[in-house]
Nanobody, 119 residues
Framework: QVQLVESGGGLVQPGGSLTLSCAASGSINNIYSMSWHRQAPGKQRELVARISSGGATNYADFVEGRFTISRDNVQNTAYLQMNSLVPEDTAVYYC?????????????WGQGTQVTVSS
């Protein structure tokens, strides 16, 4: 069984920074892409950033250079460094990963971590 566990969320003032972590564990053979998504109240879940196993990245337009996604393939962990946060970044942030186990290849979701940007 595979688990994704996010951490690092919290309350931050506008203009502040947070770093989210997503640790994958379990019977993992290989992790392909890892990504961060977010869902604000009353809105659909949306992609924030994605990173391939080789390190190629892509970001949503609203990131505008403020966020950086990275990963540690040895630790099976992805990170999202978020700078210059604004109240509109308030949401639950979810980690997603495409993982190959010894039985199948499928996507997994973490439980989410709350990020609140407020003064």
């Amino acid at each position: 069984q595979v688990q994704l566990v996010e951490s690092g969320g919290g309350l931050v003032q506008p203009g502040g920074s947070l770093t989210l972590s997503c640790a994958a564990s379990g019977s993992i053979n290989n992790i392909y892409s890892m990504s961060w998504h977010r869902q604000a109240p009353g809105k659909q879940r949306e992609l924030v950033a994605r990173i391939s196993s080789g390190g190629a990245t892509n970001y949503a337009d609203f990131v505008e250079g403020r966020f950086t996604i990275s990963r540690d393939n040895v630790q099976n962990t992805a990170y999202l460094q978020m700078n210059s946060l604004v109240p509109e970044d308030t949401a639950v942030y979810y980690c997603n990963a495409l993982i190959h186990t010894y039985l199948l290849t499928t996507t997994y979701w973490g439980q989410g971590t709350q990020v609140t940007v407020s003064s």
